[in-house]
């Protein structure tokens, strides 16, 4: 199948792009507006189904709407009945389009050109109107508040916020281009008149903002927010992208003693705690029990012997794990364990337990195995 992608450059042009091209099995040809003009005759000629993206939202002058959303749409169609091509179309409008501003009126104007020319053609044309996508690739100050506020949030720039409660509809750019291919095996989802994205989240202006800073905010107090929540790991995936080339890194308040060191890694009020444990040769850490906390240990380099017993017994047991072979320990509760370096170099452990560290109530009982 050969594709035509207009605006291939643009935000949502760029994710079509690398899902079809991750495929492998399609042609696609790429228009934008630095494109030679004469491409867009051949592309028309040859193209089995045509993703029409191309169009200007935030011009200088208010005459660039219907320059750009109406007359370069009429160009398209007019090549394609030319070449006699009658490929369906995919094309994007705007919930503005119910509107009489200038940008509402020239799609909308967009949006009737493509039902005529379905009508008097016959080619099947499927018209999304779409408003808030987000992820990925998106341009802040241009495609939407959340690349504004991940752009911002990320560079500690300040951000505005009209009306916290103005509620927010909101589409993801990987739900968007899903759709998009199941429109190119003639599956496209219809309401009305109109193709829809069958997945979309609503969210508050204000829990919105708060929601982005509470993930710059983990970098220092290491708390994972909730991706239980399909809008909030979307969310989450798109502040990443959003993070400056220099700041992919961020440091962890290491623990030190003559020991080795101690690290918190990542906290979540839901799933517990994960930490990195670096013990030196010889070493004894733990000899200590809990009533409630439970844990997990797995040895990821060296070599370690881990050893339990119960308060009331004079039972030892002991699990030599070294990081040649991947081994998960369950430090059950009611057990005092420790874990010592039996190995000739640093002793590395990734350690979880079932809940944060509450220095208030530690629940942590010393007594040596």
């Known amino acids: ?107 909308k104007a967009m949006e009737d050109l493509m039902f005529d020319y379905q009508k008097k053609t016959g080619a099947q044309v499927y018209i999304y109107r779409l408003s808030n996508i987000f992820g990925k690739w998106s341009r802040p100050n241009y495609n939407s508040v959340v690349a504004t506020y991940c752009y911002n949030i990320a560079r500690d720039m300040e951000i505005q916020i009209h009306d916290p409660n103005v509620r ?20 496209p989802t219809v309401l009305r008149n109109y193709c829809v994205v069958p997945i979309a989240h609503t969210i508050l202006l204000g829990e919105l903002a708060e929601l982005i800073s509470s993930f710059k905010n983990s970098r220092s107090n290491l708390a994972i927010v909730n991706m239980d929540d399909p809008l909030t790991k979307k969310l989450y ?29 990542i906290r979540t009020p839901e799933r517990g705690q994960v930490s990195i444990n670096i013990s030196k040769p010889g070493i004894t850490k733990g000899n200590h029990w809990h009533r409630t906390k439970n844990e997990k240990f797995l040895v990821v380099s060296g070599e370690a012997l881990i050893r ?62």
């Open 1 to 107: 199948m050969n594709i035509l992608v207009t605006g291939a450059k643009g935000f949502i042009g760029q994710n079509l792009i690398a899902e079809l091209s991750s495929q492998g099995i399609y042609q696609i040809f790429e228009y934008t507006r630095d494109s030679d003009p004469s491409l867009l005759e051949k592309y028309a000629k040859e193209s089995n189904f045509v993703f029409h993206l191309a169009g200007v939202n935030r011009p200088q002058n208010e005459n660039e709407f219907m320059e750009g959303n109406y007359e370069f749409t009429s160009r398209l169609l007019e090549l394609l009945k030319k070449s006699g091509n009658k490929s369906p179309i995919v094309t994007i409008s705007s919930t503005q389009a119910e509107f009489a501003n200038p940008y509402g009126k020239s799609k």
């Open 168 to 187: 927010l509809t909101l589409c993801y750019i990987d739900d968007v281009i899903d759709e998009f291919i199941r429109a190119t095996k003639g599956n």
């Open 237 to 265: 995936s798109t502040y990443l992208s959003f993070l400056p080339i220099d700041q992919f890194s961020y440091d962890l308040k290491m623990n030190l003693d003559n020991r080795g060191s101690f690290t918190e890694f």
């Open 308 to 369: 339990f017993r119960k308060p009331d017994s004079d039972t030892i047991i002991e699990y030599k794990v070294n990081g040649e072979k991947l081994q998960v320990v369950d430090i059950p509760t009611g057990y005092s364990h420790s874990i010592v370096n039996i190995g000739v170099s640093d002793l590395i452990t990734v350690m979880w337990v079932n809940e944060c560290f509450n220095p208030v109530k530690p629940d942590t009982y010393y007594l040596e195995v």
